[in-house]
């Protein structure tokens, strides 16, 4: 019943910022770990930012910590995911996943066959 919509991608020159929402519907009271995948052209996809049902751990690839931040409005049932100093490298179409759900929080990891809701993408392209 969960759904998820990815928007908030677009083009932006290399160190620029971008902010990606998640928004969820379908939902009532169960907990689910949210993270970020993305999958640029020929590549396969690839975990980048996973976030706990309560927000309280947060998982980010080696490839953006420092850059990018991960954070979740549950009043508003919305993920964020912050994106500064982008390199052209994080060009991708961005995922929003959900894992869950469970009957408690639990940390989030980026194994990807683990999450069995997923967003449409949005695509996010970082070029002068």
């Known amino acids: 019943q969960l759904q998820l919509v990815e928007s908030g991608g677009g083009l932006v020159q290399p160190g620029g910022s971008l902010r990606l929402s998640c928004a969820a519907s379908?939902?009532?009271?169960?907990?689910?770990?949210i993270g970020w995948f993305r999958q640029a052209p020929g590549k396969e996809r690839e975990g980048v930012s996973c976030?706990?049902?309560?927000?309280?751990?947060?998982t980010y690839a080696d490839s953006v910590k420092g850059r990018f931040t991960i954070s979740r409005d549950n009043a508003k049932n919305t993920v964020y995911l912050q994106m500064n100093s982008l390199k052209p490298e994080d060009t991708a179409v961005y995922y929003c996943?959900?894992?869950?759900?469970?009957?408690?929080?639990?940390?989030?990891?980026?194994?990807?066959?683990?999450?069995?809701?997923w967003g449409q993408g949005t695509p996010v392209t970082v070029s002068s």
């Open positions: 976030i706990s049902s309560s927000g309280g751990t947060t």
């Open positions: 379908g939902f009532t009271s169960d907990y689910y770990a």
């Open positions: 996943a959900a894992r869950g759900p469970a009957e408690s929080d639990f940390d989030c990891n980026l194994v990807i066959e683990l999450y069995n809701h």
